[in-house]
């Protein structure tokens, strides 16, 4: 991949994706800097530190009726996410909170201490109906905040007791700490974990998703799942236009020889917030290239940024999305990765005893 642009050295914030606090579309009052001419020297760069809010939850589990996803519930340890990824279509989801969907989102991380509490709760309903649980649909359950607060191995070691199958998604090297916690849930058939490479150029991830493990560091998670029998599948996501969909077949190729079972992919979404942000990244990093990859983003989104139809908004429309659909069957067909998604194991589900349960007479 060929460098357009070098770093600004101008850029305030270091290690961050978001090139500024963009305001979310629920306040009434935006304000911007402006250069009056007189401030001719560089402004300094800054690194904006994390700062980790508890959040009191009432229900952990939530649930999803959209018919694009394959799932009906899910869990989220986390609401925000220091990856820094600049396409995450997460970030509109802080403006909720009066917080910029730019980098707010990347430094103001809420977390969620009554998790496993909450969590145990639910699962021991009468009227609970055991599904799979996902993790990492909408922020890394390992981004680095885990590390410390270990609030996604909590919620692992209560679904492991109650036989509660789980789906992971992440980026991290994090979740090999989990691995052997991971392996014996997978002997169950209650775990499979899918890991997204982005991209096989390590200076476009750097400026893509800046806090996340390289590519390399990523084959490797996946070869080391599936060497314990953790049921692994690679997601090429997102593939964006001109940017990195020339690596589609190459992801996937470095992906079967980590011995991965199934792969996916997801053409670049950009809703509410995200579209401006992302914006301005290209004009950041990629100016040369900023017009024609937002024109090939419109072409496959009906003219727009973004279009939120079920029925599309993963894979898009028009020569462009269709040409990368075919590509992608071609490729997972001619790997070895068209095969049908695993289905875990939701009859082992049972509440273990605790303090108080009566006892069986038989």
Same mark, same amino acid.
């Given at each position: ?93 802080? *403006? ?49 905040? %885990? ?29 090999? =700490? ?21 991209? /096989? ?15 390399? @560091? ?5 070869? *080391? /799942? ?28 470095? *992906?079967? %020889? ?10 670049? =979404? /950009? ?11 290209? *004009? %950041?990093?990629?100016?040369? =290239? ?6 090939? +983003? ?16 993963? +894979? ?14 071609? @490729? ?9 998604? /695993? ?20």
């Amino acid at each position: 991949m060929a460098n357009e642009a070098p770093d600004n050295p101008a850029r305030r914030h270091k290690g961050r994706g978001a090139a500024s606090n963009l305001a979310g579309r629920f306040v009434p009052q935006v304000s911007t800097r402006e250069s009056d001419g007189w401030q001719q020297e560089a402004e300094p760069v800054e690194r904006l530190l994390t700062e980790a809010i508890a959040e009191k939850a009432k229900t952990i589990i939530a649930s999803n009726r959209s018919p694009d996803l394959p799932f009906s519930q899910s869990i989220n340890p986390y609401r925000g996410c220091e990856n820094g990824c600049i396409y995450c279509y997460a970030r509109p989801s802080h *403006a909720y909170m009066d917080l910029s969907p730019g980098l707010d989102f990347e430094s103001k991380i809420f977390f969620k201490p009554d998790a496993t509490t909450l969590l145990e709760k639910a699962l021991r309903k009468r009227n609970y109906q055991c599904s799979p649980i996902a993790m990492g649909t909408n922020t890394d359950p390992y981004q680095p905040l %885990e590390k410390e607060k270990r609030i996604t191995r909590e919620l692992l070691e209560t679904m492991q007791r109650f036989k509660q199958p789980v789906t992971i998604v992440t980026k991290s090297q994090l979740i090999l =700490r989990d691995l052997p916690l991971l392996a014996e849930m997978a002997q169950d058939n209650l775990a499979q974990v899918a890991i997204s490479v982005t991209t /096989l150029d390590n200076e476009l991830k750097r400026r893509l998703e800046p806090r996340t493990a390289g590519p390399a @560091a990523r084959l490797r998670v996946l070869e *080391a /799942l599936g060497a314990a029998g953790v049921p692994t599948a690679v997601l090429a996501a997102p593939m964006i236009p001109a940017l990195n969909d020339s690596e589609l077949e190459s992801i996937l190729e470095a *992906a079967k %020889e980590t011995g991965v079972r199934q792969a996916n992919y997801i053409l670049l =979404r /950009l809703p509410h917030e995200v579209a401006p942000l992302f914006r301005q990244w290209l *004009a %950041e990093h990629y100016p040369a =290239r900023a017009a024609h990859v937002m024109s090939l +983003v419109q072409q496959s989104r009906g003219g727009r940024d973004y279009d939120s139809d079920f029925s599309q908004r993963q +894979v898009g429309t028009g020569v462009f999305a269709q040409l990368l659909q075919r590509r992608f069957r071609v @490729a997972i067909r001619k790997l070895g990765l068209n095969r049908r998604r /695993l289905s875990l194991d939701c009859g082992r589900f049972q509440p273990p005893p605790q303090s108080g349960d009566q006892q069986s007479l038989f």
